[in-house]
Every structure is written in C-alpha cells, then in structure tokens.
C-alpha cells in the first residue's frame, strides 16, 4: 500500500429507521466499509466506501476485494471500475494530509469555502397523511427545500404516478408553494413514462426532477427531448459518473441542474472537476450522499462548502441524511435551521469511537 502507512478495513450494516423507496428499489440499510490508514506519527485518516449498485457503484464485495488488495499490496483502486473503494482511498488520504497539516479539509481542498450549506430534508413517508405531517415538521425547522422520491416499482405506470400525485398533492396542501420541492425518479420512467409522468407532476411546481429516465447511451438525448417538449426542469444524476459523461449531457443541453454524488464518481476530486464543468456552462450544482455514515456525509459537507462558497444560500445540497439512519458510525453534522456548519477541526471532522 501508499508507503509507510498501515491500513484497517471496518465493515458495518446501518439500519434506515424506516426503508426508504427509490424508483430503484427500497433501501432498508446501507452497508459501509470504513478505512482507516495510520502513519509512523500516529496520524490517521478514515475514509468510507458506501456501495450502492443500483447507483452505479462496485457491490459490497467488489468494493471489500478493492480495499484488500490495497492494504496488503498497494493496489489502488479504479475509480472506473470501482469508484466507492476510490473514493474511500481517496478521502483516506486527505483526512490524514488534513489532519497533518492541521487544517480542515475545505481547506485542503483550496480556494474559498462557505461557513455554512443550506440543505433539502428528504421526505421518507410513505402515505399522503405521513407526508404532509413530516414536510410540515421540516418546514418548522427551517428547512426550505424538500424533496420526494417519485417513479417507486411495483404495480402499473398509472397506478404509481395516481400515487405519486396523491402524495405531492398532501405535501403541497401541507406546505404551500413557497417552499422548494425537488422529486426525483431514479430513472423509473422510460420516455414515454416520463413525458406523460413530467407533464402531470408540472402542477405542483417542482423545482426540478432528478434523472427521469435510465443512465445509458442514449440518455442525453432523451432528456434534451423532455425538457424541450413538457418544460419540467430537469437534473442528471445517475447519468454522470465522470466528466466525460457530463460533457456529453452539457454539450445537448439536457440539464437544468446537475447533482453530484462523490462515491459515484470516485471521490471529491473528481466531484470537483465535474461541478467546475457544470458551473462554467452555467448550472447550479448539488452535492448528495449516499446515505453513508457521518464519515461520508461530513465529507461532502467540505465539498459543498467549496463549490458553493459565495451562494451557500442559494443551493440546497443533499447531505442532512444522518436522521434516516437507526444508527451511525460517530456523531456528525446535524442541520439546524435548514443548515449544515462546515466543521474547522482539522480533517472530515469526524472521529471514530
């Protein structure tokens, strides 16, 4: 492995306190794989695997053979190939450069950062009633943005989006139209899902709605064709797993938004070359977990900070996923107000027991 350092590997399973529904499938838990590596010094730096296939990444075992082989031989792994273990390497290896340096890792990262980052809450209820109560209970705690799951399997196209619009119909009663509502479908739709699907969910105002249809080789086009024909905003998400990809969505003009996961991507190096990509071509961008631990989630806190230094206000990023969890890895960030603090101790910020 990297020269003089030793490596841990830890591999939890983290409860949801409730499954939540994706177009997907349901998440019921999230299982984590946290590397740990420790120099001569006795600094440390943790880093954290949170495979999620159906979201582009290696599985579990696939991501646990990456992270051996490099702790007994120094194998890196391929962000390509395995972008979670990558990730975890990656972020590894900053923590501890952080820590060393004695800075926090926004700053290790460079250039400017934002002091706090405003959040969505994600809602997770499943009936209208639930729903509307828990996007009325967010709303008091200052949250402005919410976002929705819609598309979930099982049953008839009809029957799923009559479920949807009932569900978003309690939520917008619940909350009004002043507050920020993005839904997103985990490509359930195929285009004609998704055009029928966009033109009924139009109604409710949806400040966008995140990757209607599959990732593939054709998705560009397809979404360019949706955002021109029903005029919903629409964000790719699953379709971008590197710059390339980005640039192929940028170039047909198939983004109202891009939203960016580090573990899907390889880590937040990459995360950051592709939100310089989209804010050049003039799109706002969102940092979101997935649904990892406080390792992960504090991770992307400091990259968010840095691709949002001047308008923390303006972008709500995905990162206040700590309370979907029955249990975690360490205390993280918690937002307050509808606000994540970007923490100032040296490194990510969280300490494992």
């Known amino acids: 492995m990297v020269e003089s350092l030793r490596g841990q590997l830890t591999e939890l399973r983290l409860a949801l306190r409730t499954p939540l529904g994706t177009g997907a499938g349901a998440i019921a838990f999230r299982t984590v794989l946290l590397l740990e590596l420790n120099d001569p010094d006795g600094t440390s730096g943790v880093g954290e695997s949170a495979p999620l296939p159906q979201a582009g990444t290696e599985d579990v075992l696939e991501s646990r053979r990456a992270l051996t082989a490099f702790i007994e031989a120094g194998v890196p792994p391929r962000a390509g190939a395995t972008p979670a273990a990558a990730a975890a390497v990656?972020?590894?290896?900053?923590?501890?450069?952080?820590?060393?340096?004695?800075?926090?890792?926004?700053?290790?990262?460079?250039?400017?950062?934002?002091?706090?980052?405003?959040?969505?809450?994600?809602?997770?209820?499943?009936?209208?009633?639930?729903?509307?109560?828990?996007?009325?209970?967010?709303?008091?705690?200052?949250?402005?943005?919410?976002?929705?799951?819609?598309?979930?399997?099982?049953?008839?196209?009809?029957?799923?989006?009559?479920?949807?619009?009932?569900?978003?119909?309690?939520?917008?009663?619940?909350?009004?139209?002043?507050?920020?509502?993005?839904?997103?479908?985990?490509?359930?739709?195929?285009?004609?899902?998704?055009?029928?699907?966009?033109?009924?969910?139009?109604?409710?105002?949806?400040?966008?709605?995140?990757?209607?249809?599959?990732?593939?080789?054709?998705?560009?086009?397809?979404?360019a064709a949706l955002r021109a024909e029903v005029g919903v905003p629409i964000a790719v998400d699953e379709s971008v797993v590197g710059e390339r990809d980005l640039e192929r969505l940028l170039t047909a003009d198939a983004a109202d938004a891009v939203v960016l996961k580090p573990m899907r991507l390889g880590g937040l190096e990459p995360a950051l070359a592709c939100a310089a990509l989209a804010q050049d071509a003039g799109l706002p961008v969102v940092i979101t977990t997935f649904l990892g631990s406080a390792v992960e989630r504090s991770a992307a806190l400091h990259l968010a900070a840095v691709v949002s230094p001047g308008n923390a206000d303006d972008v709500a990023h995905g990162l206040a996923t700590g309370a979907l969890l029955a249990e975690d890895v360490a205390p993280g960030p918690e937002p307050v107000g509808g606000r994540l603090r970007v923490p100032l101790q040296s490194g990510h910020g969280v300490v494992l027991p």
């Open 90 to 223: 990656e972020l590894a290896l900053l923590d501890l450069a952080a820590r060393k340096a004695g800075l926090p890792l926004h700053r290790h990262l460079g250039g400017p950062a934002a002091s706090h980052v405003t959040v969505n809450a994600l809602l997770s209820a499943e009936t209208p009633s639930d729903l509307a109560a828990q996007a009325e209970a967010h709303v008091r705690e200052g949250f402005r943005t919410l976002k929705l799951k819609v598309g979930a399997r099982g049953g008839t196209f009809a029957a799923s989006l009559e479920r949807d619009l009932s569900r978003l119909a309690a939520v917008r009663a619940a909350v009004g139209q002043t507050v920020r509502l993005r839904l997103d479908a985990n490509g359930a739709w195929s285009f004609d899902e998704a055009r029928r699907a966009l033109a009924a969910l139009a109604p409710f105002a949806p400040e966008f709605v995140e990757q209607p249809i599959p990732a593939g080789p054709d998705d560009a086009r397809v979404m």
